[in-house]
């Protein structure tokens, strides 16, 4: 389907209010995963405030379950969980606290709208797979998106998964591979580089469909064709740029897992303003 530019304007402006939500839970000082949940974060706002079914109570049966493989890049899921009415304003400053409800990785007894626990990366994809499946012998028309790491498919099971789902034709499966190109400590090139990422999905049976990961309108008709196609699972490979919206952070890997400065907090909570004025 085609979007309007008002439909267009109004999912930038919630990638803005989410990304102020994202510096609100780790202001100066505080370490967190600025990088990978600000990677993530334009297609966190598509999903969950244009295209998946979602409501006011996290545990609707008729929902549609979204997984964060990259477990580390949660905070973009507290920043959408925010504004859903899963968790409170409040919640969102005792992120990393043993008195708050949002832990540094997904933890779905403690967390409204949270449906696996991960961070133990290369998992995730399993657990969606089960889920589809699952659904799928209920009769039921929810839809499964797991969110993966470039850096995390240099684990096995993630390739496991992808043939397994493959072979079981879950087409309500969509994988969503952020591909920011940069992993905990270095490039992922450096580590272990990973290229031709499209065609390896396509070699174990996918549908797979690349596109600008912060690119709105390709983010939302990407995530269309994954529901249109039948028979096969999709995997959308977003090329995105790890700490997206953030000069000092994009690209950088230290900004993993890091705490900001003082002068830091203030340019992003500069950047964050002037995003939401021009959306």
Not at 4 to 17: F, S
Not at 137 to 143: A, N, P, W
Request: aromatic letters at 6%; glycine letters at 10%; a negative charge.
């Amino acid at each position: 389907m085609s979007y309007t530019e008002k439909e267009i304007l109004e999912l930038k402006k919630t990638a803005a209010v989410l990304r102020g939500n994202l510096i609100e839970m780790i202001p100066a000082g505080k370490v967190g995963h600025l990088g990978g949940s600000s990677s993530i974060m334009d297609i966190t706002a598509a999903l969950y405030f244009k295209h998946m079914r979602v409501s006011s109570d996290p545990k609707d049966p008729r929902r549609d379950r979204c997984v964060f493989s990259k477990g580390h890049a949660v905070l973009a899921q507290y920043a959408a969980f925010a504004e859903l009415g899963y968790v409170s304003r409040e919640d969102l400053k005792k992120v990393k606290t043993l008195d708050g409800t949002l832990q540094g990785h997904p933890d779905m007894d403690h967390t409204p709208g949270i449906e696996a626990v991960t961070g133990s990366l290369g998992q995730g994809l399993s657990v969606s797979l089960g889920m589809a499946l699952g659904l799928r012998l209920d009769g039921s028309e929810s839809r499964v998106f797991c969110v993966i790491g470039d850096g995390e498919m240099d684990e096995g099971q993630i390739w496991e998964a992808a043939m397994a789902s493959a072979a079981y034709k879950a087409d309500n499966l969509v994988a969503i591979v952020d591909l920011n190109g940069v992993q905990a400590t270095d490039a992922v090139a450096n580590v272990l580089p990973n290229d031709k990422i499209r065609e390896k999905w396509e070699a174990f049976g996918w549908n797979a469909i690349e596109i600008d990961g912060h690119d709105m309108a390709q983010i939302l008709e990407a995530l269309d064709a994954a529901k249109a196609c039948r028979g096969k699972p999709t995997a959308i490979i977003a090329h995105t740029v790890k700490g997206k919206g953030f000069p000092f952070a994009e690209g950088k890997a230290a900004y993993h897992n890091a705490a900001m400065t003082e002068d830091e907090y203030r340019q992003a909570v500069a950047i964050v303003e002037k995003m939401r004025e021009e959306a």
